[in-house]
């Protein structure tokens, strides 16, 4: 429940292309809301091009795909598991533990740099 802030560069050639994604809500590099939002901007997803898997496809891809990719695979309740190997532990006292910390972590981040921030600019 913040304000997440990304720079959507649409490429000449897009939408043969996909678009460059940077993440502009890092607290200037100090923290990492999501194992696929960097804290130096890079969103990684494949749709990107950014991460392995299915990529863009030319002319058939679109920023729809983009946004909905980064709202509900990145702005989710436990990104913790969004590291890759992590998933394995999800439901374990282990994975929860890990998840509940990295949560705690993410709330003060979001208070600190996605709710007052914003409001003080």
């Not at 920023?63 to 992590?86: A, C, K, R, T």
């Not at 509940?100 to 921030?117: C, D, K, M, V, W």
């Amino acid at each position: 429940d913040g304000l997440f802030e990304f720079d959507i560069r649409l490429p000449q050639r897009y939408p043969v292309v996909a678009p460059e994604v940077h993440f502009l809500t890092t607290g200037n590099g100090s923290v990492r809301f999501n194992p696929n939002l960097y804290n130096s901007g890079k969103v990684c997803l494949s749709l990107l091009g950014t991460w392995r898997g299915p990529g863009w496809e030319p002319n058939k891809s679109t920023l729809l795909q983009v946004f909905v990719s980064i709202q509900s695979l990145i702005l989710v309740p436990d990104p913790w598991f969004n590291e890759p190997g992590y998933e394995h532990d999800m439901g374990t006292p282990k994975g929860d533990a890990e998840s509940e910390s990295y949560n705690q972590t993410i709330r003060a981040g979001t208070l600190r740099f996605a709710i007052l921030e914003p409001l003080r600019r």
